[in-house]
């Protein structure tokens, strides 16, 4: 080893036999290095996840089927109301009312607090790069989570709470709680409960007419159902407001759409002519309105 400022002196390099020469870029494990502790993405963990995902939508479906949104009466276009957003948007409302962020300072409040904070929430992977997960040890950006979470729920209450004493104060009754109040009473008194109208179920026009026992026996009960209400067919109920006597004979001679035609098979059903002409005519008298 060289001693001193000698430059012409013989310098040896001693080499550390404890360190390892490396071998160039190492692969790194996969997840099968870690049994019990990993798995595959593809499929494991996508599978797993999505099943979580179906469970979760049938739950919302079953709840839309079984309790549907109900259909209260219609609003009252020229009641006075004081607006207020939906709730989840009732900070920023909130918000928005502020002096810093209203009036003169309109532009500070929709585009410079905000761009702040959507900065912030940009830059907080590049600002906070440590790599403890546990939150109590992460106080900076924990801090400014209870923060903004602090701040949403004081301004959603602020927002509701100033809401009320202005309905309080002017003594308004909000027209959605007066329409679940009309609602409500209705169903006391067995009246509907909502301005939906509900559609007119057609009668079968001469039920005991011997066409009836024509209809069933040319079969087509199979795609019109015994009740004419359809099943792999349309309902023939009300079929006489669309359709007369003639044309219902044309249909079940020559068919219509994906109705083949059927006075063949009436036929072999042992109907005749008259029964067939018959049964035409009872088609014919199934009208909504009597």
Known sequence: MAHGNNSKEKVVYVGDSRVRRGNGFITPPDYTAYPGKSEAFIPNFLLKEWMVGVVVLVGILVLTISEPAPLGFPANASATVIPIPD??????????????????????????????????????????????????????????????????????????????????????????VQREEKAAENRAKGLPT????????????????????????ATCISCHAADLKGA???????????????????????????????????????????DIDTLAGWLAKQKSEQ
Not at 199 to 207: N, Q
């Open 232 to 274: 792999g067919g349309p309902s023939l109920r009300g079929v006489g407001d669309t359709h007369d006597k003639e044309a219902i004979l044309t249909i079940i001679k020559e068919g219509q759409g994906q109705m083949p035609k059927m006075y063949d098979t009436a036929l072999g059903a042992g109907l005749s002519e008259e």
């Open 87 to 176: 709730w989840y948007f009732l900070f920023l409302y909130q918000y928005l009312k502020l002096p810093y962020a209203s009036g003169d300072y309109i532009v500070l409040g929709t585009l410079g607090v905000t761009g702040v904070a959507f900065g912030s929430l940009l830059l907080a992977p590049f600002l906070d790069t440590g790599r403890e997960r546990r939150f109590y040890r992460r106080p900076i950006a924990s801090s400014l989570m209870f923060l903004s979470l602090a701040a949403i729920v004081y301004l959603t209450n602020t927002a509701w709470t100033e809401y009320k004493h202005e309905m309080a104060e002017t003594g308004q009754i909000p027209e959605d």
């Open 194 to 217: 909502s301005s939906a109208v509900k559609p007119k179920e057609v009668a079968i026009v001469d039920k005991d007419d011997p066409a009836m026992g024509l209809f069933k026996q």
